[in-house]
């Protein structure tokens, strides 16, 4: 009887995985993405300790080991490896809010990391024993598309002289902000610092501190641009035996995000293609010390000229256009201060989304979202054109926005927006990191609680 109910066990665990296997499968398109596939996705995928060999894991307790060689260690046979200066960061977005997290990362806790003397690091995946972190305020404003009122941007140079950028990537679990004077964001606060080596970004570290960022509203600046300025004023760092008290109600989705790397790799990868697109750095790929790099969108136009589009009115309406990209046929429509391109998702080159948006702005300009005054240009087109591709990539095929998201409309109202502010506008609500974890949160929360003794004995009774 007792081998009986072993093998039911044994069965109903296989059962529950497979199933779980089977919807996650199903439900996450970013697996399908090209040049997302599971094994280039994440540079420590393939490693069963997530770790990163030949490298360190940096984190706030200051702890790490000395690195060995990677490509980063190297000697570069290009000349420009070592010369090369990156623009500063500026977050791309208009909100207050995110932009106060984006600047505090690379200003405060990208700082505290160095204070420690952790130069390499790799991802460490795990929950983070990260101990106290030197917070201080920092006096945010909001940031129109390409302004520089960011603060420090944490620029320096790597142990062997080259430049090197702190692109931040905040996944966020959870945003209250029911108390202005306690706004409490918790999630996972990472850092990925990147050298320059010919055409590839070369990780110098990847950081990263779990918790709870406490965070208050200050007196509106009319300057702002809407108004609203933020300023950190602490944060709970979670450790291993601090976490699920830090998390709350939200523990789980902490867990879950802290166990899928990919999805974090693709958060990881959308904010720094918005980096270089804004600041015209065409790298090609971005690789984590010696293992397989990960593909960027184009930023060198394949396109020569617009004369190649054969861009042209088919009623002579000034409304319906068509153009040819890559042998297909796409349409474009034109009402007042709006584009909108039809089945935008699938043209994937950052240069040649440019193109398309000039050659359209010299038939019809749109203006900007500022006062009215202003046009838009071919790079903000493209910039936005890219977060309408990211959501129509990623969000889960039932969701109300991805369907929309395919086609991309090009108008004043969405200038200079992220993927995050641009999804909270169709929302309605703040973006949470769950959205993209969807079923694999309550998968892993049946997989934990599962206690198989009891399913034997209630099997026997």
Known sequence: MNLQFLEMKKKLTGLLLVTACMILLSGCRWLEKPGYEPDAISNVENDSDESVPDDTSASMDGSSTDAAAG??????????????????????????LYQTICVYIVSDLAGDFESTGSNQGSSNQGSSNQGSSNQGSSNQGSSNQGSSNQGSS????SKQGKDYVCIPCPLIVDIDESNPEDIRVSGEFW?????????????VSSENVPGMLHLREMAADEEAGNG??????????????????????????????????????????????????LNHIAAEKYQDSTYKSVDLIPKTASLTSAEQLELRDTDGSGQNYVFVYDGQTFTAQYTEDNWKIIDSWKIRNAGDMEMICGALLDIHTIHGSSDGKDTRTAEDMAFEWMQHNFAYEHLPEDHPWRENAKDVDLNPADQGRTFFEIYEDRAQERFRIGDFLGDMTVYLQMLQEMDLDQLSTNSES
Not at 154 to 157: A, D, P, V
Not at 192 to 202: A, F, N, P, R, S
């Open 154 to 157: 944490n620029q320096g140079s």
């Open 191 to 203: 850092c990925h610092k990147y050298t320059m080596e010919g055409d590839i970004l070369q990780t």
């Open 228 to 277: 609203i300025e933020y300023e950190v004023t602490d944060m709970d760092v979670a450790a291993d035996d601090t976490a699920e008290g830090i998390f709350g109600e939200n523990y789980q989705a902490y867990i879950s995000l802290n166990s899928f790397i990919s999805i974090r790799e693709i958060f990881r990868t959308q904010m720094l293609e918005d980096y270089l697109l």
């Open 71 to 96: 490509s980063i260690n190297g000697s570069s046979t290009d000349s420009t490896a070592a010369t090369f200066s990156f623009p500063v960061y500026n977050y791309p977005g208009t909100d207050a």
